[in-house]
């Protein structure tokens, strides 16, 4: 029965392909990508959906109040108010903007985030595209996002606007480097960049209950968390939303944007979240493998999905705690702090291998990470000399 | 009809001659570096296309040589582009015309 | 492999070629030089070298184009006059263009169909690169570190 629930959309697809079975060879391909492009199209927009109106809930409840609660129970249909509202919205456009720009802007940046879900496994036997060099995409695909960045910000013919897009290409260009090279050690220790080999090699449990998540690694947790915060910054995320700082610069590179377009660029930061959680799933929490040994009835999509969830819920908590950054404290964080730990994680990753993947391995890699870790601590913060705080009416 | 060495070899001596257009006859410093970094591209594909039409299995040279001629590009498109700076801080324009004294 | 992807790839890539090479917008054409970059990637995936197209797409458009676009904002002023178009250089791309393929029709070995792939996975191209290619491997590090470094000092602002 497991077995059955587990493989079920796998099923559905050879079932609606056996209608096809007499078609030339190309027809039959197509008709297989397009249901696992319809299929991806249809979760995630409904994700997209359901996302919005949870965050601004949890958002609220962070913040002791009710979120949206009028429109369906517990408000959970407010994603169809606010997509009316916004397809009946006039579409504004500057007159001297550059007309082509501003509309292939957030275009571009929804498809990229579109592309980049496709190779991310969801189950068992569910990639819609199995790429040899996947993640290499990925990251290929989140490259082109700076470009329709940049696009949206100079189509505005609008200064604020190409102010907040060239912080945000700061900021992304800056985090991309932790970002890639966090995912080295991963690749390194599997030997391969398909994803579901990555997630293959996490299966298995140590001592009958401790799965071989990379996360459970030294080298994998302080990956996962460099992980997790260079996510949240390509991401525009709060605590590193300063491209669109609302308080300071309207909102940067969207600003000019009015209805449609605006969900669309909406949507596209969305589907960028879920697309590099999906990949952290992937990478460091074991993809679709369930913890336990004796939980491997549940369907392994919906443990992918449980991650994934789990993962948003954290990004919308941190959103709704923290308090912006301001610009080059994210740069100095990038590239004094991030990138050094991110090479100890390599080699973290390495001393790990070589000392043949045991115990001692685990308390030496461990050693690696915490020595480089204090060593930054110390000694970065040793240039800056503050003066002695002085208050002027609170005595 | 499945498209030979020959068809790929001039394609893509086509897109040289686009980059060789571009670099010749655009007065722009940073249209010259477009043109330029056309070149290159349409150099990697030439030896893409005589790598994959040479007999199979093939040893993987063609692909690391135009994996080296891209790494090599964007290593000469960022010095390139920070001598287009350098020149227009200090002369104030990127007219290739108008920069042609080697004394500052 | 496809004759119709080809013709379509082709089409697309040309397009974007001209189109950079000729539009008078300085964005415009650092744009289209994107999107033909894409269409170089795409041909590397009909030609079966994947790993090279996603290379290809990574490093052109994700920091070659980005960093042409940095210089148009940089040199900024510049922007609103024309600088013109020297039409002596379509004629010497057209002579050599013509050149090129009397040279590629000429010879006679060039016009085989392609045999089956044997097909090349990241892995190979990893191993090839730490046994047989490891030299260039590190030399192509010390250029780009040069390239860095050599970039970050022309740029640099001088403290007096």
């Avoid at chain 1, 109106?53 to 407010?78: C, D, S, T």
């Avoid at chain 3, 960093?67 to 020297?86: A, M, Q, S, W, Y």
């Avoid at chain 3, 792939?117 to 260039?136: C, F, N, R």
């Amino acid at each position: 029965m497991s077995g059955f629930l587990d493989q079920i959309f796998v099923q559905a697809k050879e079932h609606i392909l056996a209608a096809f079975a007499a078609a030339p060879v190309w027809l039959g391909q197509l008709i297989s990508s397009l249901i696992n492009i319809v299929a991806l199209l249809a979760v995630f927009l409904s994700l997209f959906a359901l996302v919005s109106v949870l965050e601004r809930k949890i958002l609220a409840r962070i913040q002791n109040r009710l979120g949206p609660n009028r429109v369906g129970p517990f408000g959970l249909l407010q994603p169809a108010a606010d997509g009316i509202k916004m397809l009946i919205k006039e579409d504004i456009v500057p007159t001297r903007a550059d007309k082509a720009v501003h509309f292939l802007a957030p275009i571009l940046i929804a498809m990229t985030a579109i592309l980049a879900l496709g190779i991310i496994p969801y189950g068992r036997n569910m990639t819609p595209f199995a790429i040899d060099g996947g993640i290499l995409f990925f990251f290929a695909i989140g490259s082109t996002t700076e470009l329709s960045v940049f696009m949206a910000g100079w189509g505005s013919n609008n200064k604020f606007s190409m102010l907040g897009a060239m912080r945000a290409i700061a900021q992304m260009v800056s985090y991309e480097l932790p970002l890639i090279i966090t995912v080295l050690p991963v690749v390194m220790v599997v030997g391969s960049l398909l994803p579901d080999t990555i997630v293959a090699a996490q299966g298995g449990y140590s001592l009958g209950f401790i799965p071989h998540w990379f996360v459970l690694t030294p080298w994998g947790a302080t990956g996962f968390m460099l992980f997790f915060v260079a996510a949240l910054v390509e991401s525009n995320r709060t605590p590193f939303d300063v491209p669109e700082g609302e308080s300071e610069i309207v909102a940067g590179h969207m600003t000019e944007y009015s209805g449609f377009k605006y969900a669309i660029f909406f949507l596209g930061e969305y589907l960028g979240m879920f697309a590099v959680s999906g990949l952290a799933v992937t990478l460091f929490l074991g993809g679709w493998h369930a913890p336990l040994p004796f939980l491997e009835f549940v369907p392994s999509w919906l443990w992918f999905f449980a991650k994934l969830g789990a993962m948003i819920f954290v990004f919308i908590w941190v959103r709704g705690t923290l308090p912006r950054t301001r610009v080059d404290q994210v740069m100095n964080f990038a590239w004094k702090f991030m990138l050094p730990m991110a090479f100890a994680c390599i080699l973290a990753a390495a001393v790990w291998h070589y000392a043949g993947r045991r115990f001692v391995s685990w308390l030496l890699s461990l050693g690696v990470v915490l020595l480089v870790y204090f060593a930054l601590s110390r000694f970065l913060g040793a240039g800056k000399k503050f003066a002695p705080r002085s208050y002027r009416f609170a005595e | 009809m499945t498209p030979t060495l020959q068809l790929f070899l001039i394609l893509s001596s086509a897109l040289f001659c686009i980059g060789l257009l571009a670099a010749l006859s655009r007065r722009h410093a940073v249209f010259i570096l477009i043109g330029i970094e056309m070149m290159l591209a349409a150099a990697g594909l030439n030896f893409i296309a005589f790598w994959r039409f040479g007999p199979q299995p093939a040893p993987p040279t063609g692909v690391m040589i135009t994996i080296f001629a891209i790494g090599i590009a964007a290593a000469e498109a960022a010095v390139g582009l920070a001598l287009v700076i350098a020149v227009y801080r200090h002369l104030r324009t990127t007219n290739i015309d108008e920069i042609d004294e080697l004394k500052g | 492999m496809n004759g119709a992807a080809f013709i379509f790839i082709a089409i697309f890539t040309l397009a974007a070629a001209l189109a950079a090479a000729a539009l008078g917008k300085l964005i415009h054409a650092a744009l289209s030089f994107a999107a033909a970059s894409v269409g170089v990637a795409a041909f590397y995936f009909l030609l079966g070298a994947e790993f090279v197209g996603l290379v290809q797409v990574f490093v052109y458009v994700g920091a070659v184009a980005v960093l042409i676009v940095f210089t148009i904002l940089l040199t900024r002023r510049d922007l609103e006059k024309d600088h013109g178009f020297n039409w002596s250089g379509v004629f010497i791309a057209l002579a050599v263009f013509a050149g090129l393929v009397w040279a590629i029709l000429k010879s006679a070995k060039l016009s085989s169909a392609a045999q089956p792939l044997a097909s090349l996975t990241v892995k190979q191209i990893g191993e090839a690169l730490m046994t047989d290619y490891v030299w260039p491997l590190q030399c192509i590090g010390v250029i780009l570190t040069a390239a860095l470094v050599g970039a970050l000092v022309l740029v640099m602002e001088e403290r007096r």
